[in-house]
């Protein structure tokens, strides 16, 4: 109390002075000094007392055996002492402190606010780092809320100004988290990109164990893209790191690698090099102990791979003890995948109850955590073990697959956006600074200043019209993406409904057929000239039955007419490549064919394989020329079709439906097709079949 007693009574004494006209300049300065010692604004006294209760609070709230509550209040009352300190390093570091103890407590409202406060005074103060790490902390907060957009909004930001600063330790975090966000949303090519930006950063420092999530995640990336040979590569250099001395004890990160090339060998259908991975990872007899979650998804794995190799020795015992250690620690996703791996074994075993049992618990719980992925992999099952609902759930399954992709794109534009968003906003910074400098410089004349004004107003109507124009470009883009969509919808509804269609007329006739069947029955017990002359029309009305089949059938199948020139169609399917690939397509056709003397159904199939064709060329053979060419040789109808593309290596070719449909459609006109193609050299079809002119 004795400080506020003595300012209180120096102020009295100076008011009577100055009334009785009695007071001289040097008491008053000696009074002020003496005024100013006793201030109690003073921070060498108050912030000795704040710095002292702050310690307090802070201390309470790091106190985990306290309750929440108490917590949680010491916690605000710390927040409360350094909201009124000087913006200065120390004070910042405190917010950080408070604002990690709202996190631990998961109180994310007030950790919110609180780095929205440290990015605030990190702007004030010119705080680079600290600018930096806040929204390092900022994207820590949307990942707890799952909101990702933000994560990579954040993240991004932090990563701009750690390079900036060349901060390469931190650069490396977020660029790794970058990554992880784009191989989450299927953008695989952006996560390469940023994977390598990842590897050139890791060379000015030594952090093996980026080192190792750098290669692991170019691993699982390449074996997305089914490049198969490099995601080999880089798990062999992530594994060859994971065995290094110096690498962090606190995962088990080369049989997690391992897994991840046990996986990638079953992508390849070598379930036996599989195999050898999963149980070389497993004769770590501790991994259970360090590890369970890895422990169970290498069980998982291991039985897969026996099951797809119809060893079923310790199947089903695998498999349960995967589910069950999944199942103990509340691990959602891999419960769901054992489910369904233990609903394709008992499906194959025929027990068809155990199986549709498995199958809808996996669909039950993908769906209570809102996997899409999980949903898709259950219906799939479902759709299998339960062929008379398999329509209802294929058509969930395409619908929810559509919505996926969709989803992923709206999220890696977001990202791509975000990035030019940013890099953007810091062009407006600097154009800020410079604006500013130019306002300071105009202070010297009116003629600069309303020079200044006159830029201005011109920049921001640029700024406007690009604005505008952007603006113009996303509705263009989401217009021809809708565009897209419903092209698929009613292409898909047209297939579904001649099928069902044809599936009803054909039903419906059938009808007709038993009702004669039953009216010829009579034939059994009576075969005079009566009873035969009265089945006779039933007779002829089962070749017109007949006759409506087929001609139903035809019609909603065949996509040629019996007078339809065939490279007229040749050409309307490349008038549609070429459009959107960019591809040289040339026809090279005997004139003297006769195509009206082929037969249709010979016509429809191989439209169906030049069409595949020309589609397998325009997605994987990075072609710029296409070579189609029709012609007779002796007897047989001889059709080429050559690209200059990139070619495959027919031994490690995926043993996908595309060349064995093509071969079947061959086969089943009487034809044969053979495939030339080697790395680097282009690939060659040769289809034949027979052909007599008339």
């Known amino acids: 109390m004795y400080p506020f007693v003595f300012q209180y009574f120096c102020y009295f004494w100076i008011y009577f002075r100055i009334l009785s006209k009695t007071i001289y300049l040097p008491s008053i300065i000696l009074i002020l000094i003496l005024l100013r010692g006793c201030n109690t604004n003073d921070p060498k006294i108050n912030g000795l007392h704040s710095q002292d209760s702050l310690a307090v609070f802070l201390k309470k709230s790091f106190n985990d055996s306290l309750s929440y509550e108490v917590r949680h209040a010491n916690a605000d009352k710390a927040l409360s002492v350094v909201s009124r300190m000087r913006n200065d390093s120390v004070c910042r570091r405190y917010y950080v402190r408070i604002a990690n103890r709202y996190f631990n407590m998961n109180a994310m409202a007030d950790y919110r606010y609180v780095n929205q406060v ?64 784009q191989h989450n ?35 699982i990336v390449y074996g997305e893209l089914e490049e198969y040979s490099l995601a080999k590569k880089y798990y062999d250099k992530a594994i060859a790191i994971a065995a290094r001395d110096d690498m962090p004890k606190e995962r088990e990160y080369k049989a997690s690698t391992l897994n ?32 369970p979650i890895i422990f169970a998804a290498l069980t998982d794995n291991l039985a897969y791979s026996k099951f797809r190799l119809k060893s079923y020795s310790q199947l089903p015992q695998l498999f349960t003890t995967a589910l069950k250690i999944r199942d103990s620690l509340n691990f959602i996703p891999g419960v769901v995948l ?35 992925r999980d949903v898709l992999l259950s219906l799939k099952q479902l759709a ?83 604005r505008l124009i952007r603006e113009q470009q996303k509705a263009n883009e989401e217009i021809y993406n809708l565009m897209i969509t419903q092209q698929q919808q009613r292409d898909e509804g047209r ?53 409506e089949i087929r001609n139903i059938a035809y019609d909603l199948d065949a996509p040629l ?20 690939s960019g591809i040289s397509f040339v026809l090279e056709a005997d004139d003297s064919i006769n195509w009206n003397a082929v037969l249709v159904d ?54 996908g439906l595309g060349l064995r449909n093509m071969r079947q459609r061959a086969q089943e006109i009487g034809g044969t097709m053979t495939v030339t193609t080697a790395l680097g050299a282009g690939t060659k079809l040769e289809i034949s079949i027979p052909f007599s002119a008339s």
């Open 118 to 181: 440290i990015i605030r005074k990190s702007k004030l103060a010119n705080d680079t780092l600290g600018l930096a790490n806040a929204y390092t902390y900022m994207a820590d907060y949307y990942a707890r809320k799952n909101i990702q957009d933000s994560v990579y909004e954040y993240n991004f930001k932090a990563e701009k100004l750690f390079r900036a600063v060349r901060d390469n330790a931190r650069l490396a975090t977020t660029l790794l988290n970058r990554a992880v966000l």
């Open 185 to 219: 949303k299927s953008d695989f090519l952006s996560c390469e990109r940023t994977v390598f930006d990842l590897l050139r950063t890791l060379r000015h420092i030594d952090n093996v164990g980026m080192k190792y999530e750098a290669n692991n995640l170019l691993g």
């Open 260 to 291: 991840n090339i046990g996986i990638l060998y079953t992508k390849q259908n070598k379930y036996t090099k599989a195999i050898q991975s999963y149980e070389f990872a497993l004769r770590d007899k501790d991994l259970f102990k360090k590890d």
């Open 338 to 372: 054992s489910k369904i791996h233990l609903s394709q074994f008992f499906a194959l075993k025929k027990d068809t109850v155990t199986a549709i049992k498995y199958a809808s618990e996996a669909n039950i719980l993908a769906k209570d955590s809102s996997d899409t």
């Open 384 to 466: 299998n073990v339960m062929p008379k609902k398999a329509l209802q759930f294929s058509t969930e399954y395409y619908k929810l697959d559509d919505s996926l992709q969709i989803a992923e794109r709206k999220e890696q534009n977001k990202f791509a956006r975000i990035e030019f968003e940013t890099d953007e906003l810091v062009q407006e910074k600097t154009q800020l600074v410079q604006q500013r400098k130019t306002l300071i410089y105009s202070a010297l004349g009116i003629i600069l200043v309303g020079v200044f004004i006159f830029i201005i107003r011109v920049q921001r109507a640029k700024n406007r019209e690009l």
């Open 495 to 547: 297939q579904l409904e001649k099928k069902r269609i044809a599936r009803e007329l054909h039903d419906g006739v059938m009808g007709q057929l038993s009702a004669i069947r039953m009216n010829l029955f009579v034939l059994d017990k009576k075969q005079d000239e009566q009873t035969i002359r009265q089945c006779l029309p039933h007779v002829e009305k089962i070749q017109d039955v007949e006759k």
């Open 561 to 580: 007419q019996s007078n339809t020139d065939f490279t007229e169609v040749i050409h309307t399917i490349f008038a549609g490549l070429e459009q959107h």
């Open 602 to 655: 010979t016509k429809v199939q191989l439209y169906r394989i030049l069409q595949e064709a020309l589609q397998n060329i325009v997605k994987y053979a990075n072609a710029g020329k296409v070579m189609v060419s029709i012609g007779r040789r002796e007897s047989m109808l001889l059709i080429i079709v050559q690209d200059d593309g990139i070619g495959f290596d027919p031994d490690n070719a995926r043993k």
